[in-house]
C-alpha cells in the first residue's frame, strides 16, 4: 500500500549525503536527502512527495535537508487562480507564433545539441559544465517517471525544451533549457507561462517549480508567479 499520510511516508526509508557545498548560496554548506533507491516508485508516490516537497534528479528523488538552513522553499503555481502580469501578458504576445509541442520524452540529438549549447553559452561556471549525452540522459531521464517534453520551435527551429514530469495533480518542471540567441523574448518565462496554461486545459492543479531561493539570484525568478504556493514546514501558504 503507498503511503497516503504523512506518517505513512516518515516510515520509507532515505539517506543522507555528507555536507558538500552549495549550489545556490556562496559559502554555504548543504545536505541532500534521498530516497531509498531500491524503492519501487509510481507517480501517485512521486505525487505524494513532491507534496511535501521532493524533486527528480534521474532516477533519484531528493530534497535538501540542511540543519542551520532553510533558504530553498518548494514552491508550485495553482494554475486556476494563475494571472499573468503585465510582464508575462508582454511575453505571451511575443512568442504566440512560436509552435509548442507536447509529448513523451525521448532522446533526440536536436534536443541534446540544444541542451550541450544552453549549459556552454549560459552556465559553463557551473557543476553540471562540460555536458556529455551520458550526463543528460542521467540527469533527465527515468525509467519509472511520466517524463514528457514541452517544446517551442521557431518554424522548424527548437529553441526550447522544457522537460516536465506528470503528476496525478499536476506537472513538476524538472529543467528547462532554451537558445541563447532568443533573449528578448524570455524563453525561460515563456516556457513556465505555456506550461501553467497547458497544465489548465488538463485539469491539473498545480505546476511545481521547485525550490525558490530568494538570495540565489539564479533561482528567484520563481517569486514572479503569483498566486504562489510556498511550502513552509509542513503547510503550504499561498502568496498573492
Not at 514528457?148 to 526550447?160: G, M, R, Y
Not at 532568443?182 to 486545459?201: P, Q, V, W
Request: include cysteine.
Amino acid at each position: 500500500m503507498l503511503p497516503e499520510t504523512t506518517d505513512e511516508l516518515l516510515k520509507l526509508s532515505f539517506y543522507a549525503t555528507p555536507s558538500h557545498s552549495c549550489s545556490y548560496l556562496k559559502d554555504q554548506q548543504a545536505t541532500t536527502v534521498f530516497l531509498d533507491p531500491e524503492k519501487h516508485v509510481n507517480q501517485k508516490l512521486y505525487t505524494r512527495l513532491s507534496e511535501t516537497g521532493f524533486r527528480r534528479s534521474g532516477s533519484h528523488i531528493y530534497r535538501p535537508h540542511c540543519e542551520t538552513c532553510q533558504a530553498c522553499v518548494p514552491v508550485r503555481v495553482p494554475v486556476a487562480q494563475f494571472a499573468p502580469n503585465r510582464t508575462q501578458k508582454r511575453c505571451l504576445k511575443k512568442g504566440q507564433n512560436f509552435l509548442m509541442k507536447f509529448e513523451s520524452a525521448y532522446y533526440d540529438d536536436q534536443q541534446y545539441a540544444l541542451y550541450e549549447l544552453y549549459l556552454s553559452e549560459r552556465h559553463s561556471d557551473g557543476d553540471m559544465y562540460p555536458p556529455s549525452k551520458t550526463q543528460y540522459k542521467e540527469f533527465l531521464f527515468s525509467d519509472w517517471a511520466n517524463t514528457k517534453f514541452l517544446s517551442l520551435f521557431d518554424n522548424d527551429k527548437l529553441i526550447v525544451c522544457s522537460v516536465i514530469d506528470e503528476l496525478d495533480n499536476g506537472y513538476s518542471a524538472v529543467y528547462t533549457y532554451f537558445h541563447p540567441d532568443y533573449d528578448k523574448f524570455s524563453l525561460g518565462r515563456l516556457a513556465i507561462l505555456r506550461l501553467i496554461e497547458f497544465a489548465e486545459s488538463q485539469n491539473k492543479d498545480f505546476v511545481y517549480l521547485g525550490y525558490l531561493v530568494k538570495e540565489c539570484r539564479k533561482m528567484k525568478y520563481k517569486s514572479e508567479y503569483r498566486p504562489l504556493d510556498c511550502l513552509v514546514g509542513n503547510r503550504w501558504i499561498r502568496l498573492t
